[in-house]
């Protein structure tokens, strides 16, 4: 046996360096398939939008086609679900926003553990929501809504994109700092939701400003207010609700985030590609008029933003009794 050590060590060695060398001829690799970017929302909103003009941009980047694969529900979570447990290879990744912040405080169990079931890519860029209503709607303030919405509590009602959304809990602050009553239902993406607001079901959104600005460019949607602590420079001419009710601020975001395990040399890449995409004016032209700050800058900056806003709105679900419904 022991004559047989040195010829096993040998072996043992040269094993070790082809699987090395195979790891890092398959990194080299990547991508060498195309990339499926799951949008947890239903086609046609905002999300949805930002997701396919920024996947075209990796595409070029990467030199493989980035597949928009749209999973709407449950407030996000069975898109995001699904990524979760995904394999961690780079081949799968989420465009998370706002519900990724909020679900682990506003639903009671999830099927994932935010904090541990994903590695952050990028956080592409902030912008604020917007308080909209049908172009014939009698409301044209802020205070028309707060007026309206006292003298018949729980008649108005306001869409969003699902439950735990930015939509949702930009309605939910509204109603509990104005002190009011008003009724709120959930759909399975932005696009439903606005699609019942012009057709007269419901009679608001606090929508993002990616999912209603084109609505409200063409005058079928009427721009109340926007949900930042100021004005929004694409939109100078919307107050923000702030002005109406001191306090008052809800941000949306956008983020990508792969799988936890993720190799770091593959996040590297996809952050590299999502920030040159951000940055073309391809995708500014598309964004920044709708309000949208682009930041693209390291995973890192994901990960230190998202942790605030839990926080953050962890408080806020818990002092103001928010529950999902």
Same mark, same amino acid.
């Given at each position: $046996?022991?004559?047989?050590?040195?010829? =096993?060590?040998?072996?043992?060695?040269?094993?070790?360096?082809?699987? +090395?060398?195979?790891? +890092?001829?398959?990194?080299?690799?990547?991508?060498? &398939?195309?990339?499926?970017?799951?949008?947890?929302?239903?086609? /046609?909103?905002? @999300?949805?939008?930002? %997701?396919? @003009?920024?996947?075209?941009? $990796?595409?070029?980047?990467? #030199?493989?086609?980035?597949?928009?694969?749209?999973?709407?529900?449950?407030?996000?979570?069975? #898109?995001?679900?699904?990524?979760?447990?995904?394999?961690?290879?780079?081949?799968? =990744?989420?465009?998370?926003?706002?519900?990724?912040? *909020?679900?682990?405080?506003?639903?009671? &169990? =999830?099927?994932?553990? @935010?904090?541990? %079931?994903?590695?952050?890519?990028?956080?592409? /860029?902030?912008?604020?929501?917007? !308080?909209?209503?049908?172009?014939?709607?009698?409301?044209?303030?802020?205070?028309?809504?707060?007026?309206?919405?006292?003298?018949?509590?729980?008649?108005?009602?306001?869409?969003?994109?699902?439950?735990?959304?930015?939509?949702?809990?930009?309605?939910?602050?509204?109603?509990?700092?104005?002190?009011?009553? $008003?009724?709120?239902?959930?759909?399975?993406?932005? /696009?439903?939701?606005?699609?019942?607001?012009?057709?007269?079901?419901?009679?608001?959104?606090?929508?993002?400003?990616?999912?209603?600005?084109?609505?409200?460019?063409?005058?079928?949607?009427?721009?109340?207010? *926007? @949900?930042?602590?100021?004005?929004?420079?694409?939109?100078?001419?919307?107050?923000?609700?702030?002005?109406?009710?001191?306090?008052?601020?809800?941000?949306?975001?956008? /983020? =990508?985030?792969?799988?936890?395990?993720?190799?770091?040399?593959?996040?590297?890449? !996809?952050?590299?590609?999502?920030? &040159?995409?951000?940055?073309?004016?391809?995708?500014?032209?598309?964004?920044?008029?709708? #309000?949208?700050? *682009?930041? %693209?800058?390291?995973?890192?900056?994901?990960? $230190?933003? *998202?942790?605030?806003?839990?926080?953050?709105?962890?408080?806020?679900? &818990?002092?103001?009794?928010?529950?999902?419904?």
């Amino acid at each position: $046996m022991p004559r047989r050590l040195p010829f =096993l060590v040998a072996r043992l060695i040269a094993f070790t360096a082809a699987a +090395s060398m195979a790891a +890092s001829a398959a990194l080299a690799a990547y991508p060498d &398939k195309p990339i499926r970017l799951v949008v947890p929302f239903a086609p /046609g909103g905002g @999300t949805d939008l930002i %997701a396919r @003009t920024l996947g075209a941009g $990796m595409s070029r980047e990467l #030199g493989q086609t980035v597949i928009i694969d749209n999973k709407p529900g449950a407030g996000t979570i069975i #898109g995001t679900d699904a990524v979760a447990k995904s394999a961690p290879d780079g081949y799968t =990744l989420v465009i998370a926003t706002f519900a990724h912040a *909020v679900n682990p405080s506003l639903q009671p &169990k =999830l099927p994932f553990d @935010t904090e541990k %079931a994903f590695a952050p890519v990028v956080l592409v /860029g902030r912008g604020p929501n917007v !308080l909209v209503v049908r172009a014939d709607s009698p409301y044209r303030t802020v205070k028309d809504v707060i007026d309206a919405a006292k003298a018949k509590p729980g008649k108005l009602t306001y869409a969003s994109q699902g439950n735990g959304t930015s939509a949702h809990l930009a309605g939910e602050m509204f109603t509990n700092l104005a002190k009011l009553q $008003m009724t709120h239902v959930p759909y399975r993406g932005a /696009g439903p939701a606005i699609t019942d607001l012009l057709g007269g079901q419901v009679d608001m959104i606090f929508g993002t400003a990616a999912a209603v600005s084109t609505f409200v460019d063409s005058g079928k949607l009427r721009a109340l207010a *926007v @949900t930042t602590p100021q004005r929004s420079p694409a939109l100078k001419d919307v107050p923000a609700i702030a002005e109406t009710v001191p306090g008052y601020v809800v941000e949306s975001w956008y /983020g =990508l985030y792969a799988p936890a395990g993720t190799p770091a040399d593959v996040i590297a890449r !996809l952050n590299a590609a999502a920030k &040159k995409a951000a940055q073309t004016d391809d995708f500014k032209k598309k964004v920044e008029s709708e #309000g949208l700050v *682009v930041t %693209a800058g390291a995973p890192a900056e994901l990960d $230190m933003y *998202v942790r605030a806003e839990e926080a953050r709105w962890r408080k806020i679900v &818990k002092e103001n009794n928010v529950k999902p419904e």
